[in-house]
Nanobody, 115 residues
Framework: QVQLVESGGGLVQPGGDLRLSCAAS????????MAWYRQAPGKEREWVAG???????SHADSVKGRFFILRDNAKKMVYLQMNILKPEDTAVYYC?????????WGQGTQVTVSS
C-alpha cells in the first residue's frame, strides 16, 4: 500500500526558509512523477513543483527561483526547499505521487508565513 507522509511545515517569518519532506512507503521508481501541491484557505489546490522519475524538475511561475523540488531515491524521500517565503505562500502543502493507475496523496503539512 502506498503511503506518503509530509513533514517540515510550521510558522516562519517573511523572507525565511523551510524544507518540506515527503516520505514514501515504496520505491520512488514506482511512480512516473512526484509533485508538491498547495491549498490556501478559500482557494483551489494548485500545483507547485514536480519531478519525474528521471529527475527532471519543474516549478510554478509563482515559486520559480525560490522553491526547489528534490528527490533522494535511496531514502525514498522527496523534498521541497522553500526560500524567501512570502505571506502568500501560506497554505497546506501536499505531496503527490502518480503511477500508471492513479494519484496518491499525503495528509498535508501546514506552512504559515507571518510576522
Amino acid at each position: 500500500q502506498v503511503q506518503l507522509v509530509e513533514s517540515g511545515g510550521g510558522l516562519v517569518q517573511p523572507g525565511g526558509d523551510l524544507r518540506l519532506s515527503c516520505a514514501a512507503s515504496v520505491s520512488l521508481f514506482s511512480f512516473n512523477n512526484m509533485a508538491w501541491y498547495r491549498q490556501a484557505p478559500g482557494k483551489e489546490r494548485e500545483w507547485v513543483a514536480g519531478i519525474t522519475s528521471g529527475g527532471s524538475a519543474s516549478h510554478a511561475d509563482s515559486v520559480k527561483g525560490r522553491f526547489f523540488i528534490l528527490r533522494d531515491n535511496a531514502k525514498k524521500m522527496v523534498y521541497l526547499q522553500m526560500n524567501i517565503l512570502k505571506p502568500e505562500d501560506t497554505a497546506v502543502y501536499y505531496c503527490m505521487a502518480r503511477d500508471y493507475a492513479q494519484n496518491y496523496w499525503g495528509q498535508g503539512t501546514q506552512v504559515t508565513v507571518s510576522s
